[in-house]
């Protein structure tokens, strides 16, 4: 069965660092999305994306954040400069249509020391 | 009031015993209402999804949605040690980039 897959499955990086976080979602998938998992908490939407444009953001998903399809397959998040509390699992999710099933990948840990 | 409240458990039970997982919102335009059960490290997968109010089964798997009350449920009949993991409510409606919000999770043991 496809998948959404994501890497690095884990990341530590410094405070004020930027990162990158790559998954490449179902290939004939049009709608793209991230959400985020701090430790212990709920699942939360950051962003979606559709047809090269954010369709709907969070507040979380603030100037610090952006989001690229640099090409057919691989859709990033990028964090500029990051925070001790942006410390979470970063899920990245794909859909065929606008609607469910919400298809996730594995997650990237992200370790802001 | 939260949009989506779910009860976090933990909740335990014997193998083969019927569970009852269930979520509350407050939002009423949600049109889908989905559950997925999530493993440790792993990303959320779905379990099964309903649109509007009603019943749908899917093997041991039945979910109920009663818009009515703002009230959805998760039944799994059979419990197996398999089944153990967290299991999140997710809703959603359509308007502008299908934003799905989640239940914070209930952690269920399914103990042999």
């Known amino acids: 069965e496809p998948e959404v897959t994501q890497t690095p499955s884990h990341q530590v990086t410094q405070m004020g660092q930027e990162v990158i976080l790559r998954c490449v979602p179902i290939?004939?998938?049009?709608?793209f999305y991230w959400y985020r998992q701090i430790l212990g908490q709920k699942v939360e939407f950051l962003v979606s994306?559709?047809?090269?444009?954010?369709?709907?953001k969070s507040e979380i998903f603030d100037d610090q954040f952006s989001v690229e399809r640099p090409d057919g397959s691989n859709f990033t998040l990028k964090i500029r400069s990051t925070k001790l509390e942006d410390s979470a699992m970063y899920f990245c999710?794909?859909?065929?249509?606008?609607?469910?099933?919400?298809?996730f990948g594995n997650g990237t840990r992200l370790t802001v020391t | 009031q939260k949009e989506v409240e779910q009860d976090p458990g933990p909740l335990s039970v014997p193998e083969g015993a019927i569970v009852s997982l269930n979520c509350t919102y407050s939002?009423?335009?949600?049109?889908?209402f989905m559950w997925y059960r999530q493993y440790s490290r792993k990303g959320p997968e779905l379990l099964m999804y309903?649109?509007?109010?009603g019943n749908k089964e899917d093997g041991r798997f039945t979910a109920q949605v009663d818009k009515s009350s703002k009230y959805i449920s998760l039944f799994i009949r059979d419990s197996q040690p398999s089944d153990s993991a967290t299991y999140l409510c997710?809703?959603?409606?359509?308007?502008?980039?299908?934003?799905?919000?989640f239940g914070a999770g209930t952690r269920l043991f399914v103990k042999a």
């Open positions: 999710a794909s859909t065929l249509s606008q609607g469910p099933p919400l298809h």
């Open positions: 290939s004939n998938h049009l709608y």
């Open positions: 994306f559709y047809n090269n444009e954010i369709s709907e």
């Open positions: 939002n009423s335009a949600f049109q889908y």
């Open positions: 309903t649109y509007s109010s």
């Open positions: 997710a809703m959603t409606h359509l308007r502008g980039g299908f934003k799905t919000i």
